[in-house]
DNA sequence: ATTAAATATGAGCAATTACTCGTAATTTGG
DNA sequence: CCAAATTACGAGTAATTGCTCATATTTAAT
């Protein structure tokens, strides 16, 4: 789409007023743009969920794209830290592999039930205005590190690469989620999905 | 986005110089999708490269959609195809699962190399109009069905559920190769990643 | 050769929409 | 209390674009 659009913010909320302007523009751009996808959300649909008027949008955003590059930050940033807040509060030297993987699943998997449609917006926006999120993708990769060391450190772990195991396995349940939730199978429910990825993954780490 | 369209055509060539007039519209449109994503794509755009008019482009493709929809079923049939046959010429009470699953990532792989961009017009938009997509995810669970039964036949698999089994494999390859291809990580060659996934998906269904 | 059906054309319309800019209101600092 | 800075407003615009339709051309049928 051949995008070079200034994406940092046109002004910064100096006051609590104008704090408050932004975060609501952004509570309403995550609801519109999961109801109408990112073609069909407007600008103006945006402002007036929001409660704000056109004009006070593009004050601070200076683009549509913009906007959902930073929701797709914050979502990122969120995600992160509430993954690895959960690996993190578990003592990897005694905890079976199992133990770990299972509530990283069903956190994942929650992550993406919630909103879904925002989910997707913003993965397949991403290959359209690839610098535009280089920021997002930046984030995802020191998740990928900072996962990759912890691999090293779980004594059932053995993989030959741990940023290649890192990488397999944190796309492998961030993608199987989406697709999950998405477009949920027949016959096939939550639980018994989180068992599979379980196996998944734990056979591959685990080998 | 609240579509309710038509996606069926809206004539039928009949004759060799129609036929081949709609083959050029959807050569066209498999690049410009490709190259401007769904939005980004106009129908002007389309018919131009096709070196049609509009006016013909609209007398066998009721709107823009249904043009991606016609490529969408080409492709999944296309791959179903491919796929199916590799698994099909090999002998699977003799063969090494290893065997099977290697080029079959290989050539899922290859299939998202050729047009990654394309690949992804067609995931993102699929989740906005469902209905229109019926007939690509009728296709899609029909290749599900088809490798759960083969899943059955192989003696080095041991699933409890071959359905979930199947869902999960094709759906982590296709994901994964994805995800490779539109986001190459650095430092992992494709070869690197084939062999990843041999062990992913290997140590799943063999356990 | 004549008619009817199929196909091709493309100017232009109707609708949409991202975004601007001049102005007004509010807040802050001194 | 006042001036400067910040914030809010929203009607309007310029550009885009999906799609129509009246007309012309080509092919098939008789």
Redo the contacts with the bound molecule.
């Keep these: 789409m051949a995008r070079k659009?200034r994406i940092n913010p046109r002004?910064?909320?100096?006051?609590?007023?104008?704090?408050?302007?932004v975060e609501q523009i952004i509570q309403a751009a995550t609801q519109v743009f999961a109801e109408w996808g990112y073609?069909?959300?407007?600008?103006?649909?945006i402002a007036e969920r929001a409660?704000?008027?056109?004009?006070?949008l593009?004050?601070?955003f200076?683009?549509?794209?913009a906007i959902l590059v930073t929701l797709a930050k914050r979502h990122v940033e969120i995600a992160g830290n509430l993954l690895m807040g959960l690996v993190a509060e578990r003592n990897l030297i005694e905890t079976d592999l199992t133990e770990v993987l299972r509530p990283f699943i069903q956190a994942t998997l929650e992550l993406h039930t919630g909103n879904p449609r925002l989910n997707y917006v913003i993965l397949s926006e991403a290959v359209w205005s690839a610098e535009a999120m280089e920021q997002v993708h930046a984030l995802e990769d020191q998740f990928i590190d900072q996962l990759a060391l912890t691999l090293d450190t779980h004594r059932q772990v053995s993989v030959k690469n741990s940023r290649h195991a890192a990488y397999i396995v944190v796309h492998a349940i961030k993608n199987l989620a989406h697709e999950f939730v998405i477009h949920p199978p027949a016959g096939m429910s939550e639980e018994a999905f989180v068992e599979e990825m379980v196996a998944l993954v734990g056979g591959y780490l685990n080998r």
Excluded: D, L
């Design positions: 659009k002004k910064s909320p100096a006051q609590e007023r104008s704090r408050f302007t073609a069909g959300a407007t600008t103006n649909h409660g704000v008027s056109i004009g006070s593009y004050q601070y200076p683009n549509k794209e």
